[in-house]
């Protein structure tokens, strides 16, 4: 009787404890470098992160900076500051794995604030399949923005991802829609 009390106190407990937030497990990570913590924010943002930069990218480049950037959380843990978003600063240093990866490819000749000119090459979007295609096609920047706001993140923390304006971020937005809505509507 007594372990099927103990089993009930144990299963009641966890019910009312609240499940720990992002910011909470990063936080715990820093201090104690417990593998399960890191654990549990892998499994709940890795895929999220393999896909931002999928669309960014190819899917090898794409898996090998996911893999990069968890190493980076990993090695950078004391640098989180709780007062930010764990997500943002997550995507934060994918993002700037990519750019460097880019960078030593010679696909990308600036930093942060004067990202341009990568575009896919100037294929007739008629013949595009599929949406992700279409995605594919649009300019660095408006795709960078576009899969951002699509993984949930708001004009504030696109900006601060990407180190530009809000203001520059809602262009791009409107820019990426707009594309996207005329390739579309040139399929049908």
């Known amino acids: 009787m007594s372990y099927a009390r103990a089993g009930l106190l144990i299963s009641v407990k966890d019910w009312f404890s609240a499940p720990l937030s992002d910011e909470s497990l990063m936080e715990q990570y820093a201090r104690t470098g417990e593998p399960k913590v890191l654990s549990r924010l892998y499994d709940q943002h890795s895929n999220a992160l393999y896909y931002y930069l999928l669309v960014l990218s190819n899917a090898d480049m794409a898996a090998d900076i996911t893999q990069r950037t968890w190493l980076k959380v990993i090695e950078k843990k004391h640098l989180y500051r709780h007062e930010g978003k764990f997500l943002g600063w997550l995507f934060t240093l994918g993002r700037n794995a990519l750019l460097d990866e880019l960078r030593k490819q010679h696909q990308q000749n600036s930093h942060c604030n ?27 920047e408006q795709k960078e923005a576009f899969s951002l706001q699509q993984e949930g993140f708001s004009v504030h923390e696109i900006s601060t991802i990407c180190c530009v304006p809000h203001e520059t971020v809602k262009t791009r937005l409107r820019y990426a829609r707009e594309k996207l809505r005329k390739a579309l509507e040139s399929q049908s």
């Open 114 to 140: 004067q990202v341009e000119n990568l575009v896919s090459d100037s294929a007739v979007l008629d013949d595009i399949p599929d949406f992700h295609q279409l995605l594919k096609r649009l300019p660095f």
